[in-house]
């Protein structure tokens, strides 16, 4: 049975980005906020390495912006970058007002290092910083009253009108199994990113590009989504596939190794272990093709017992758990799906061209990451944006008055159940295997055009699914990943280059005219209210 809800303020998802804007406009506003699976189903929960912020006194905010730039490859937006590093010292100290706890060297916040920083300047908590973040911006999330957390209750699609104005949006209730519509005067997207389009991936399943999709889908532009960053270490093992092994461990001296115990990074580059992660994920997989390895090893067992145990307390246990003892054995890794650099296109605040749509964190395309994100610059980012959102939110809207009349979900017509798991999971499988093989690592054009052709095929029959069953979570996030599948190959398709995460064979080295490159756009923008009903 439909049913309509209302708040002041929609945010949907539950990492950083969502619950510090929560937590900051709930001050003043009532603030909802959607989780489509349980909260600490999130790649903010999962994050390991740390936040990279330059703390006066300490670092040098200029090195920062100057790493960042470097590692974007000359198509960061400066202004940006600037804008969100200036602000990284302030972030640490809210985060910390929020009760997370990062680990101190004396009385001083410690640092460490990771690839392509020239500095230590990663603030963490031990190897679980996200975790400790989550944790506590979530209790305090919950025991605000002006803040609802709606867990198992997945968006669907945006709700407008032809002024590109944002009212609110449909969201799934896997408990009821029925359609909600949620009016709001304002929507927060903060979905995080879709790395779960590629069969491995360091992301929690739930990273399935639903805002991207859903902005997608109601004319927003979406950037840059050829550049998907592999971190190149995720543990290699047959019962842990998402495992990801902290950069950090390389940042304190970690050595890669091919299965016959050799060190290889100084054939691919001077900088070694700590060469950006673009650089170091590709060396992974040219060693790996080349050689037919099925992973390379990174170790660590050189460094004192007690000093692992006590810098990587997680990773160590989950290791051992797999008869991994990493004080003395190296850790078989492989890349994997990582990060999603592009996204909808917002400033440092959150705005996109929809008046009352904003986006924060991962599903975002700020110009902050340009070609390869900098290590542990996401925490950051997200911490940014959410603070600046809520600044503009508060300063644009003096009042808000919610009475949108907006049409209940209608699938009265739909008579045809639920698609069979099978059609549903089959398709997944195979629009990830797609993606991993021909949209990966190393592309050409060849490849690219392959699976277009097939994921052009795919679409088709999800399509068909979605219009004429019952919906399901399985079949919404089917049809988020498709649309993000072919958006990722299109814009890979349009960059007739090589550039930091983007490596096409066909045409190895960077444009020079980085203007004429900086965007691969796509739209679409004449969906558009088509979304009231199913029909
Ligand atoms: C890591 O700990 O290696 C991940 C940090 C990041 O992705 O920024």
Redesign the pocket.
């Known amino acids: 049975m439909s049913r309509k809800i209302n708040t002041e303020i929609l945010i949907v998802g539950a990492g950083i980005s969502g619950l510090l804007a929560g937590l900051e406009l709930a001050k003043k506003y009532s603030v909802m906020i959607l989780s489509k699976s349980k909260t600490n189903k999130c790649s903010t929960a999962w994050?390991?390495?740390?936040i990279a912020a330059a703390i006066k006194n300490k670092n040098d905010i200029n090195h920062h912006v100057e790493d960042t730039i470097t590692n974007g490859h000359g198509i960061c937006d400066i202004n940006t970058v600037k804008d969100i590093i200036k602000q990284g010292e302030k972030s640490i100290y809210l985060l910390q007002e929020h009760g997370v706890n990062f680990n101190k060297n004396g009385e001083e916040l410690d640092q460490t290092l990771?690839g392509g920083h020239s500095a230590r300047r990663i603030i963490y908590h031990n190897?679980n910083t996200g975790e400790e973040i989550h944790t506590k911006l979530l209790r305090k999330a919950i025991n605000n009253k002006n803040i609802v957390i709606k867990e198992d209750l997945m968006a669907i699609d945006l709700i407008g009108n032809k002024n590109d104005l944002c009212h609110g949006l449909y969201a799934y209730d896997e408990t009821t199994e029925s359609v909600v519509t949620i009016s709001s005067n304002v929507v927060i997207l903060a979905t995080g990113g879709a790395s779960k389009v590629y069969q491995y991936t360091t992301n929690p399943d739930t990273s399935t590009g639903d805002g991207i999709a859903m902005a997608w889908r109601f004319g927003c532009v979406i950037s840059n989504m050829e550049f998907m960053q592999f971190?190149p270490?995720c543990l290699y093992h047959t019962s842990e596939k998402s495992f990801?092994?902290?950069?950090?461990l390389r940042g304190e001296g970690a050595k890669l190794l091919n299965p016959d115990g050799k060190y290889f990074m100084q054939d691919y580059d001077q900088r070694m272990e700590l060469a950006p992660r673009d650089v170091v994920a590709r060396a992974i997989d040219s060693e790996m093709k080349n050689n037919n390895y099925k992973c390379v090893y990174l170790d660590i067992s050189f460094k004192d017992p007690n000093y692992i145990k006590k810098r990587f307390p997680n990773i160590y246990q989950r290791c051992l758990n797999l008869n991994i003892d990493i004080t003395n054995q190296s850790i078989p890794v492989v890349p994997a799906a990582?990060?999603t650099c592009g996204g909808i296109n917002t400033n440092v605040a959150g705005e996109t061209e929809c008046s009352n749509l904003f986006a924060i964190g991962e599903c975002t395309h700020t110009g902050f990451h340009g070609a390869n994100?900098l290590?542990?610059?996401?925490?950051l980012e997200c911490s940014v944006m959410a603070t600046e959102c809520s600044k503009l939110i508060d300063k644009k809207y003096k009042s808000f008055c919610n009475d949108y009349d907006l049409p209940l979900w209608d699938d009265s017509y739909v008579t045809i159940p639920r698609v069979e798991n099978v059609q549903i999971s089959h398709n997944w499988a195979e629009i990830r295997k797609i993606m991993w093989d021909y949209v990966g690592i190393l592309r050409s054009d060849k490849m690219l055009g392959q699976a277009k052709e097939r994921l052009s095929i795919i679409n088709t029959e999800v399509d068909e699914f979605y219009h004429n069953h019952r919906i399901s979570v399985d079949l919404l996030e089917l049809r988020n990943l498709i649309n993000i599948a072919e958006i990722i190959t299109n814009s890979a398709l349009k960059r007739k280059e090589s550039r930091g995460l983007h490596y096409n064979k066909d045409y190895p080295s960077c444009v020079r005219d980085f203007n004429k490159f900086t965007n691969i756009v796509s739209t679409k923008k004449d969906f558009i209210m088509k979304i009231v009903s199913k029909a």
């Open positions: 994050a390991q390495g740390g990771e190897d971190h270490t990801l092994i902290s950069e950090s990582h990060y994100r290590a542990s610059n996401s925490l």
